[in-house]
């Protein structure tokens, strides 16, 4: 099955990954660094300005259940009205980062997915899903971990996104 | 910590508490794999901050938010992002001046400096 079948977004899932928000290799070690870490390039691209209510909404959106869906994978997501767009930082953790997953397994690909509350069409959630979905397929982890440049994730995606 | 950004941050819990109690959307971030347990952790995260701001903000914030669904919105580019009509310069300016809230005249909601 595709991992992305049924999935519509208004936008194409490629358009929200970036380069500029991607972290090859995270220097954090915890969940809240790794949070932090992963905002810092939205700020410098000023896609956020207020990096405090951002990080208070990530943190109580742990409290409220760990966004690890194991397998290595993180997905940590939340809505402010700080945040003007929706946005997705990829970052990649070669030690993998404790993110109190079900199969206690640590996160090595974490995406961090932030979206205002406006969302009226819930772009915010079939985002998730189809990032969730992508993370299920095990070629698709595979390739995410194993991508030497931002271009073959920009391929990946491109590949297993439905067309039209 | 001032008292919009303390409203804005009372909202966001609102939302996420929203977002795994209203039956429209409950079961949706389990339905996709995400682990919803800590309801109780966030009511009294909101408890705190509640604590944090004057009666008669949060009684405004809860009206607006009775009326609207949200009571705070983003202002951008001089546009109140609730109801899409121009914020005069002369509420834009009272920005600067103390901690006071910042009300579109044209809704009543509380705007956020995007």
Redesign the interface.
């Not at chain 2, 996709?32 to 309801?39: E, T």
């Given at each position: 099955m595709s991992p992305n079948r049924g999935v519509v977004l208004n936008r194409r899932l490629i358009d929200y990954f970036d380069e500029a928000h991607y972290i090859p290799s995270l220097k954090s070690t915890t969940k809240d660094a790794v949070l932090d870490e992963m905002l810092q390039p939205l700020l410098r691209s000023g896609r956020i300005r207020d990096r405090e209510i951002i990080m208070d909404m990530l943190v109580r959106r742990e409290q409220l259940g760990s966004t690890a869906i194991g397998k290595g994978v993180a997905i940590p997501h939340g809505r402010s009205v700080a945040v003007p767009e929706m946005q997705v930082v990829l970052g990649r953790s070669e030690v993998g980062v404790d993110f109190d997953a079900p199969d206690g397994k640590p996160a090595t690909l974490c995406f961090l997915i932030v979206a205002p509350p406006q969302d009226k069409q819930n772009h915010y959630l079939l985002l998730l899903g189809t990032i969730v979905r992508l993370v299920k397929d095990k070629k698709s982890r595979d390739r995410l971990h194993k991508a030497a440049s931002f271009d073959e994730i920009r391929m990946l995606i491109q590949e297993v996104e439905p067309s039209g | 910590?001032d008292k919009t950004?303390l409203l804005?941050?009372i909202?966001?819990?609102d939302?996420?508490i929203h977002e795994?109690t209203d039956p429209a959307s409950k079961g949706?971030?389990e339905g996709?794999?995400?682990?919803?347990?800590?309801?109780e952790?966030?009511k009294e995260?909101r408890r705190k901050l509640e604590e944090q701001v004057d009666r008669r903000s949060l009684s405004l914030y809860e009206r607006v938010r009775s009326k609207y669904g949200?009571a705070?919105?983003?202002f951008?580019g001089k546009l109140c992002?609730g109801c899409f009509m121009t914020v005069p310069t002369s509420t834009l300016s009272r920005r600067k001046e103390g901690d006071e809230l910042l009300l579109c005249e044209n809704c009543g909601r509380i705007l956020?400096w995007?």
């Open positions: - | 910590m950004e804005a941050r909202q966001d819990l939302l996420m795994v949706q971030e996709l794999g995400f682990a919803v347990i800590g309801l952790r966030l995260a949200r705070v919105v983003p951008q992002l956020y995007l």
